[in-house]
């Protein structure tokens, strides 16, 4: 149980059922954040993480939304929006060298239970980009 540890949208319209209005308040809570980085737990006010965490535990308690893991209608390349995951947290922070955590996708297959945080790394000095990839179970 307990909150998930990251929210996402897909750069298209969702193909589940009921989510887009159902999401859409939750949606508007999420700032843009510099490079297109997600917004994470550490890089936004308290009370607005606190806002946007009570709007994702609120919506996944929604009848329509139990089973979403195994669901075909979730498999696709998703833009993660906001994280309180560690793995994004810990790049949001802040690199070196003017790097900077930049748009991150999952993409998710619901048939193998796989997802990938696929994060980009931006450069303010345009030196390099580069991409880090984080593999996991979806089940979990």
């Given at each position: ?14 193909r ?20 297109g980085a ?8 308290t ?8 709007g994702?535990?609120s ?40 790097f ?12 193998t239970?796989r ?26």
């Amino acid at each position: 149980g307990g909150t998930a540890s990251a929210w996402a949208v897909a750069p298209a319209t969702p193909r589940v059922d009921g989510a887009v209005s159902a999401s859409s308040p939750l949606l508007a809570l999420i700032p843009r954040m510099e490079f297109g980085a997600p917004a994470t737990n550490v890089t936004i006010p308290t009370d607005l993480v606190r806002a946007i965490e009570a709007g994702a535990a609120s919506l996944e308690l929604r009848s329509d939304m139990f089973g979403l893991a195994s669901s075909p209608k979730l498999s696709g390349s998703w833009r993660l929006l906001y994280s309180n995951g560690a793995e994004i947290v810990q790049l949001a922070k802040g690199l070196p060298l003017g790097f900077s955590l930049g748009p991150t996708y999952q993409p998710l297959d619901t048939a193998t239970g796989r997802f990938e945080n696929r994060g980009n790394l931006m450069n303010r000095f345009n030196f390099a980009k580069l991409q880090t990839n984080v593999v996991g179970d979806v089940k979990v």
